[in-house]
């Protein structure tokens, strides 16, 4: 048989390597997020943070946001 033969595939080390992981007790989890690098995101959030800003509750939202966050220096 040739080392070529003998190798692996790509798809047979990925199979073996999830075996070994749920041997461990661990379970695979595929998610999807946003592309925040995306143009698309960076519009949608930048439209969004406007319209809280220019909300009238926009000073009580960021006193609150301030009050619960962990690098308030206050």
Known sequence: MSS???QKS???KVQAHRQR????GMRLLQIWVPDVRSAAFRKEAHRQSALVAASPQAKDDQDFIDAISWWNNE
């Open 10 to 12: 790509s798809t047979s």
């Open 21 to 24: 992981q749920r041997a461990k």
């Open 4 to 6: 070529a033969a003998k």
